[in-house]
T-cell receptor
Framework: SQELEQSPQSLIVQEGKNLTINCTSS?????LYWYKQKYGEGLIFLMM?????EEKSHEKITAKLDEKKQQSSLHITASQPSHAGIYLC???????????FGGGTRLMVKP | DAGVIQSPRHEVTEMGQEVTLRCKPI?????LFWYRQTMMRGLELLIY????????DSGMPEDRFSAKMPNASFSTLKIQPSEPRDSAVYFC??????????FGQGTRLTVV
C-alpha cells in the first residue's frame, strides 16, 4: 500500500547484530500492528501500538510508535536465526479495525 | 483454541473453474477479514465482515470474486470463473477488541 511504506525491503545481518525496521504512514494512525511471517505460513501477531510515544517489547523485539502516530520502528536486539522471516506492519486508520499492510521487510540472519 | 482454520491449504485448478476457499474464525471474534498475498502486490485486503455482515468489499478485484459469511463460525471466498492471475495465497483473519488480527495458515491457490 502506498499509504504505508516499510524500509528496508530486505535486510541481511550477522547473528548477534541489532537491526531496525521502519514503517511510515502518510496518514495519522489509529493503531499500528507488527506481524512476522515465515515462508508458506500465516502471519503471527507480534505487537500493537496505539498511543503516541508508546513502546512495547516482546523478548528481544521492541516496537515504538512516534508521538505524531505516523511512524513506527521495530528493533531487534542481538538477532538470531530464529528472527528470520518477513516482518509486516499493518495500519488501522479507524476503529473499524481494517488493516492496510506495508510491503514487508525480508530479514535474513546469518549464523 | 485451534486458531483460524482455512481449507484447503493448497488448491490447483484449471482456468475457468470455480474455486471456493473456506474459513473458520476463532470463536467469539466478531471481525473476519479476507486478504490476498502476491509477490507483486503484497498483502491486500479483499473484504471484511463485522458480525457476519460485509462492511467493505472495495478490495474485491472483480465480480468474479464473492464472499459470504452465513454464520459467525464460517465464511467462504468464491472465485468464478478463476483465471491464472488469481494465483496467490489467500488469508483469512479474525479479531475482537482490536488487539491484533489472528491469521490462518492461508490457502495457496494456483490457477493453470
Amino acid at each position: 500500500s502506498q499509504e504505508l511504506e516499510q524500509s528496508p525491503q530486505s535486510l541481511i545481518v550477522q547473528e548477534g547484530k541489532n537491526l531496525t525496521i521502519n514503517c511510515t504512514s502518510s496518514k495519522t494512525l489509529y493503531g499500528l500492528y507488527w506481524y512476522k511471517q515465515k515462508y508458506g505460513e500465516g502471519l503471527i501477531f507480534l505487537m500493537m501500538l496505539q498511543k503516541g510515544g508508546e513502546e512495547k517489547s516482546h523478548e528481544k523485539i521492541t516496537a515504538k510508535l512516534d508521538e505524531k502516530k505516523q511512524q513506527s520502528s521495530l528493533h531487534i536486539t542481538a538477532s538470531q536465526p530464529s528472527h528470520a522471516g518477513i516482518y509486516l506492519c499493518g495500519a488501522a486508520y479507524n476503529a473499524g479495525n481494517m488493516l492496510t499492510f506495508g510491503g514487508g521487510t525480508r530479514l535474513m540472519v546469518k549464523p | 483454541d485451534a486458531g483460524v482454520i482455512q481449507s484447503p491449504r493448497h488448491e490447483v485448478t484449471e482456468m475457468g473453474q470455480e474455486v471456493t476457499l473456506r474459513c473458520k474464525p476463532i470463536s467469539g471474534h466478531d471481525y473476519l477479514f479476507w486478504y490476498r498475498q502476491t509477490m507483486m502486490r503484497g498483502l491486500e485486503l479483499l473484504i471484511y465482515f463485522n458480525n457476519n455482515v460485509p462492511i467493505d468489499d472495495s478490495g474485491m478485484p472483480e465480480d468474479r470474486f464473492s464472499a459470504k459469511m452465513p454464520n459467525a463460525s464460517f465464511s467462504t471466498l468464491k472465485i468464478q470463473p478463476s483465471e491464472p492471475r488469481d494465483s496467490a495465497v489467500y488469508f483469512c483473519a479474525s479479531t475482537r477488541d482490536r488487539k491484533g488480527a489472528f491469521f490462518g495458515q492461508g490457502t495457496r491457490l494456483t490457477v493453470v
